[in-house]
């Protein structure tokens, strides 16, 4: 149990697009789910929480406009980088909070690759 | 945990051998540490947890140590096995916080 999907897996966009990962909590409602972000060889940064229903909270350096967040269902939350960059090529992590379980369990998602051309 | 980036520590150890990974947080407040195994490509991997009010842990093969005092925390993996190389991240949370991840140790384990 407590699966969380990612998709795509791996994605390559050019300059100037938008592309949108979707992240899925495939059998439990994830009340939370969140976002990171990992540059080769560093740690994962978390870039934004975000809550079924409501809007998500970034953190601070991370420009909400540039990374849209929608949490729409209790199964999904999509993160869309908008007019992407070279710089914004990473690996983004999803995870999710399933909310009937212990708080601090986290569940993470395989990550997408994102290479922005 | 403290994520300082840019260059991930590296750990080489023989086929069977124990293996100890380290980890510094900075805040004393922190209440729940996690240890995460991260393979090329894929998403964390939950191995063991260990709340403030406990100083060690055991699961199959892991240990985790906790020194509230100093601030750090350990992993131990016994009899190593070339499966297990990966990168290896402390998570510690405060409160109903989010997860703050360490930098990262490199696990290269040679047969």
């Known amino acids: 149990g407590a699966v969380v999907s990612q998709h795509p897996s791996w994605v390559i966009c050019k300059s100037g697009t938008s592309v949108k990962i979707e992240c899925r909590s495939l059998?439990?409602?994830?009340?939370?789910m969140f976002w990171y972000r990992q540059f080769p060889k560093q740690s994962l940064m978390l870039m934004a929480t975000?809550?079924?229903?409501?809007?998500?909270?970034?953190e601070q350096g991370v420009e909400k406009d540039k990374f849209l967040i929608n949490h729409a269902s209790l199964t999904l939350s999509t993160l869309t980088v908008t007019s992407a960059h070279p710089e914004d090529s990473s690996f983004y992590i999803c995870s999710a909070r399933d909310g009937d379980r212990d708080f601090y369990e986290q569940y993470f998602g395989p990550g997408t690759r994102l290479t922005v051309t | 945990g403290e994520s300082v980036g840019l260059h991930l520590p590296t750990l080489s150890v023989q086929e069977g051998d124990n293996s100890i990974i380290n980890c510094a947080y900075s805040?004393?407040?922190?209440?729940?540490f996690i240890w995460y195994k991260q393979e090329s490509g894929k998403g964390p991997q939950f191995i063991i947890d260990?709340?403030?009010?406990?100083d060690k842990r055991q699961g199959q093969r892991v240990t985790v140590l906790l020194n509230k005092t100093v601030k750090h925390l350990s992993l131990q993996i016994a009899a190593t096995q070339p499966g297990d190389s990966a990168v290896y991240f402390c998570a510690d949370i405060t409160g109903f916080q989010k997860l703050v991840f360490g930098t990262g140790t490199r696990l290269l384990v040679s047969p």
């Open positions: 260990i709340r403030s009010n406990m």
């Open positions: 805040n004393s407040a922190s209440d729940y």
């Open positions: 059998d439990f409602q994830a009340t939370t």
């Open positions: 975000s809550n079924e229903g409501s809007k998500a909270t970034y």
